[in-house]
């Protein structure tokens, strides 16, 4: 199965010639790498509360994928309703044409664990130490000592955290790190944006 791995997209709210670069730019790549499944790690939209043309743009995107595609989006930041981390979102208006992760979720069939932008850290480090070995973690967070897009770090996550291979959003910049846990090499990926 081919995989294609989105980091934070930041549909914009107000400048539609962004809007339709954005547009372009996430279907081309779609088009090019031809996926069997999209997993978009959060921050799929800009702003708690988007403008329709943001959302029209969202599901002009969706629709593109999801005729050939599994497409599984998470919670980010950024499309959190509130800071309730009760998982409200605008992303619930596509949730019948596509997978909308809005809390932690562990599949055990294909071994992933999906979890959403949380902003209390404990909830994020228990989810962590839940995952089961030998899953992937996908996620929409950072770790003590990686840098947000505004250069500093905004959470204190310790890497000691980490038991499986992740893959995360919400962090800008592409940034491997490797860790050992219980004497197996680990890796996190930072994927940062798509352009």
């Not at 995989?3 to 779609?30: F, M, P, W």
Request: aromatic content about 10%; overall charge neutral.
């Amino acid at each position: 199965m081919r995989t294609l791995i989105l980091g934070d997209i930041h549909i914009s709210n107000k400048d539609a010639s962004l809007r339709v670069a954005q547009e372009e730019c996430l279907k081309k790549i779609y088009d090019k790498e031809k996926p069997d499944e999209v997993i978009q790690l959060g921050d799929f939209l800009d702003f708690r509360k988007p403008s329709p043309e943001a959302l029209l743009s969202a599901k002009s995107i969706i629709d593109h994928w999801q005729k050939k595609s599994q497409v599984i989006i998470l919670r980010g930041n950024h499309c959190a309703s509130t800071k309730a981390d009760d998982g409200v979102t605008a992303l619930s208006v596509f949730d019948r044409y596509v997978t909308i992760i809005t809390h932690t979720l562990f599949d055990h069939k294909t071994q992933r664990a999906f979890i959403p932008h949380y902003e209390n850290e404990e909830r994020i480090k228990e989810d962590l130490s839940s995952v089961p070995k030998g899953y992937t973690v996908f996620g929409h967070f950072g770790y003590y000592g990686c840098l947000n897009s505004v250069g500093d770090h905004d959470f204190n996550i310790n890497i000691s955290s980490f038991r499986n291979n992740t893959v995360l959003g919400h962090i800008h910049r592409y940034t491997e790190r490797s860790f050992k846990y219980k004497g197996e090499e680990k890796n996190i990926i930072i994927l940062g944006t798509p352009y």
